[in-house]
């Protein structure tokens, strides 16, 4: 059984990213299958005690996880947004849900108020797949990011508090008191969770600044801080392990001592065996008559309220005096996807309310699940049309991620941003990106093979990559890796040594569209721009094949790079000849003075003829 759940989420996950369709749809539907309808996974042994301290201790780290991808460079930014969103948009969202549900479902004032404070949260786990699929422009992007995982721990909290509030009302020793209790447990809350994050990130820091680890050791004791420190917390005040864990990625993220690129690429991985093991488990657990009580009219109105009225007017709401664009306020009024944490959430607060609201009690995670799968399901089918409408993602980007920002390749990017392509260079060499930045252009100092520079980057406009490093195996590392976010047809590299020299042997079916030319290596380019080589844009004046642009002058090297026609770009590959049409401007790398070229290049474009 246990080999069943992983082989279940793990082939969901596969067939999803085949199928382009969101994960957790394909995930919640393997677990009922394998659950009620099957019987592969039986319920009665899916409610050991063992299974709700594993899912929270699951959630912690996949909340840690997301805390790692948030930069406070980016929150200066958006922050007002965002800070609106998570304090406005919760309350407006908790109230008009509970009204929905008390009206809608027919719950009472008791369980629509547990339950709609619960629905506020949204969820990295599918806020952030989402993103990316769509890779909206602008700071909408950002906000969707911080709101999406910063928003779990406070509405999870919220809820945790107010479920405390309707147990204590209901209990027969209740005296009062409420509303100070309440607030005594929000302070408890902020206090435990911000000081044990606080605790934990400074030990951490402290062992990994000093050495005190081995290598092979240092992610495994990340992930030892990361689940103590949330199972402390949480013993101290219930449900603000989420506030530490959320805390704790922040703090690492944004500290300067140490480097966390390999404690967030071991997370990235962990966390995908987790939310797959999660979403099969926790809907392996439902029940088909319970199921089927949800799809009603009451529970499908109130879905419908809940996407169409709630989420706009608390987006709206929260906007207000920020200036949003609205272009930007109707993008994030379409976002509100709910994931794990309302799952895991959910099925905790029914067991707990189970004595006191036993009939209601087992309504609560049908309709959460409900929720789930009908907002993945219309967001991540309507996200993109949509932004596309709203002008935030471009139908068909132009633009290039370059990976490498050394010499050459900050001139190929600005020849291209002088011709009105959008470029962004990606280098691990903090100097190279810093040069970069001096030049004018975009660039980021980051590990490309990262799982989660896929999150990070701005790749709004952004539809081709070109991996122009000196190193071949992280080339094709790197146009795997973002096989995912680039249609393989857009996706370059350098040529390997394979491609006209004797070296390393890295087979066809792994390497991207080879760059330009079968001999331009990174050392034959490199040893031309040494040589004096310059890249000028030159001007075709006829239908021609882009191979007549090389002149048969065996002392006038010239290499064509990049074809802009219009505001389309193509990139020179070896396995593809262009044709040529008038107007056409074709980046190329010569040892040639421009009046020096054959006619048959075509005419000088002064403003951008030598970069």
């Not at 980016?74 to 009204?99: D, K, N, P």
């Not at 786990?125 to 700071?139: D, K, Y």
């Amino acid at each position: 059984m246990i080999a069943s759940v992983f082989v279940l989420g793990i082939g969901a996950q596969w067939l999803a990213w085949r199928l382009r369709l969101p994960s957790i749809l394909l995930l919640l539907a393997f677990g009922i299958l394998a659950g009620p309808v099957l019987g592969i996974l039986p319920r009665e042994t899916l409610d050991g005690e063992w299974l709700f301290p594993f899912v929270s201790l699951s959630v912690g780290i996949i909340l840690f996880e997301g805390g790692l991808s948030l930069r406070f460079d980016e929150f200066r930014e958006v922050g007002r947004v965002v800070i609106r969103l998570i304090t406005v948009g919760v309350f407006v969202t908790g109230v008009l849900a509970a009204l929905g549900l008390h009206y809608l479902v027919g719950m009472s004032w008791e369980i629509a108020v547990v339950v709609g404070t619960l629905l506020t949260v949204t969820g990295p786990t599918v806020v952030l797949p989402l993103l990316r699929h769509v890779r909206p422009s602008g700071r909408v992007g950002v906000i969707a990011k911080w709101e999406g995982i910063t928003i779990d721990p406070i509405g999870a909290i919220l809820a945790v508090l107010v479920l405390e509030a309707i147990v204590l009302l209901n209990s027969p020793e209740a005296h009062g008191g409420v509303a100070s209790t309440l607030l005594l447990g929000i302070l408890q809350e902020v206090v435990v969770g911000v000081g044990v994050a606080a605790l934990a990130a400074a030990i951490l820091i402290l062992l990994l600044h000093r050495r005190l680890v081995p290598d092979w050791l240092q992610n495994p004791l990340a992930l030892m801080m990361v689940v103590t420190a949330f199972a402390l917390a949480n013993t101290l005040m219930e449900e603000a392990g989420l506030l530490e864990a959320t805390l704790l990625g922040i703090i690492m993220a944004n500290q300067r001592w140490v480097s966390v690129e390999r404690i967030t690429e071991f997370k990235e991985d962990l966390g995908v065996l987790l939310i797959s093991f999660l979403f099969i488990v926790l809907s392996a657990r439902l029940d088909l008559q319970v199921i089927a009580g949800v799809f009603t009219p009451g529970p499908l109105w109130f879905l419908a309220l809940l996407m169409l009225v709630v989420r706009p007017l608390a987006v709206a709401i929260s906007s207000l005096g920020t200036g949003l664009p609205w272009r930007e306020q109707a993008f994030l009024a379409w976002l509100a996807p709910r994931g794990i944490v309302a799952a895991s959430v959910a099925s905790l607060f029914a067991l707990r309310l189970a004595p006191l609201f036993p009939a209601e009690a087992e309504r609560i995670v049908p309709l959460v699940f409900l929720v789930i799968v009908g907002t993945v399901a219309v967001y991540g089918l309507t996200l993109a049309p949509l932004a596309r409408w709203l002008g935030l993602a471009q139908p068909d980007p132009q633009g290039v991620l370059f990976v490498g920002a050394h010499p050459w390749a900050r001139a190929m990017a600005s020849a291209l941003e002088a011709l009105g392509i959008r470029t962004l260079l990606v280098d691990a060499n903090p100097r190279n990106v810093r040069e970069a930045r001096r030049q004018g252009l975009s660039a980021q100092n980051a590990n490309v093979l990262s799982e989660g520079i896929k999150d990070s980057l701005d790749l709004s406009g952004i539809g081709r990559l070109v991996a122009v490093t000196s190193n071949d195996e992280v080339n094709t590392l790197a146009a795997l890796h973002f096989g995912e976010v680039f249609p393989t047809d857009d996706i370059y590299q350098l040529p390997t040594r394979t491609d006209g020299r004797a070296g390393l042997n890295i087979p066809q079916r792994l390497r991207a569209r080879s760059l330009f030319a079968a001999d331009a290596t990174y050392l034959a380019l490199s040893d031309r721009f040494d040589r004096g080589d310059t890249l000028r844009v030159v001007e075709a004046d006829a239908a021609e094949p882009l191979h007549l642009l090389v002149p048969d002058d065996p002392d006038v090297h010239v290499l064509p790079l990049f074809v802009v026609r219009g505001k389309r770009l193509m990139v020179v590959s070896t396995d593809d000849d262009l044709l040529l049409q008038p107007g056409d401007r074709v980046v190329v790398l010569t040892s040639a003075e421009l009046g020096e070229v054959p006619t048959s290049m075509g005419t000088d474009v002064p403003a951008m003829s030598t970069v």
